[in-house]
T-cell receptor, first 110, second 111 residues
Framework: NAGVTQTPKFRILKIGQSMTLQCTQD?????MYWYRQDPGMGLKLIYY???????DKGEVPNGYNVSRSTTEDFPLRLELAAPSQTSVYFC?????????FGQGTRLTVV | KNEVEQSPQNLTAQEGEFITINCSYS?????LHWLQQHPGGGIVSLFM???GKKKHGRLIATINIQEKHSSLHITASHPRDSAVYIC?????????????FGKGTKLSVIP
């Protein structure tokens, strides 16, 4: 199994641009999450989903959007990128057992 | 506020030393995860615990539900163990789907 696949690994955006971070899992997990990780801070939850068609806001949702049309895919959309969104982003999935994480996306907004 | 506290924040050890990293949390949980993150790398799950103790190779994780405390031990530490170790909990209760993370413990093992 591939686990959680997250793309791209690196990206530089200009202020005001938009992009989508892709996340796919092949473990049939119901729960999927998007986190951001800033230096010296714990991972902060942006959005999460408990199943296809169901999403909800986490701790820091402003400036982001998500969708969950299938169990496998949970893309994160950044609209109107801002320097405050410079961070490392992680997608994760879990169900009844351990959590699996993508490799992360290092995003810089300039 | 439900928080997860880890100690120490930073830890430097000589190769071969026994290492302990601690995690405490404030309310009841359904599961606790220990995760490992190498510099510039992804996050890997080491253990998921709801009670007792688990062992994998040189790594041992314990949890005391009554005291709301967990420890991660590394025996015979090696430079390749150098990483950030993160504790995360899933709080119990209806509608609790999220993981709450500690800020991590940065471990450096010196040859």
């Amino acid at each position: 199994n591939a686990g959680v696949t997250q793309t791209p690994k690196f990206r530089i955006l200009k202020i005001g641009q938009s992009m989508t971070l892709q996340c796919t899992q092949d473990m049939n997990h119901n729960y999927m999450y998007w986190y951001r990780q800033d230096p010296g801070m714990g991972l902060k939850l942006i959005y999460y989903s408990v199943g296809a068609g169901i999403t909800d806001k986490g701790e820091v949702p402003n400036g982001y959007n998500v969708s969950r049309s299938t169990t496998e895919d949970f893309p994160l959309r950044l609209e109107l990128a801002a320097p405050s969104q410079t961070s490392v982003y992680f997608c994760a999935s879990t169900w009844t057992g351990e959590a699996f994480f993508g490799q992360g996306t290092r995003l810089t907004v300039v | 506020k439900n928080e997860v506290e880890q100690s120490p924040q930073n830890l430097t050890a000589q190769e071969g030393e026994f290492i302990t990293i601690n995690c405490s949390y404030s309310v009841g949980i359904s599961a606790l995860h220990w995760l490992q993150q190498h510099p510039g790398g992804g996050i890997v799950s080491l253990f998921m615990l709801s009670s007792g103790k688990k062992k994998h190779g040189r790594l041992i994780a314990t949890i005391n539900i009554q005291e709301k405390h967990s420890s991660l031990h590394i025996t015979a530490s090696h430079p390749r163990d150098s990483a950030v170790y993160i504790c995360a909990v899933k709080y119990s209760g209806a509608g609790s789907y999220q993981l709450t993370f500690g800020k991590g413990t940065k471990l450096s093992v010196i040859p």
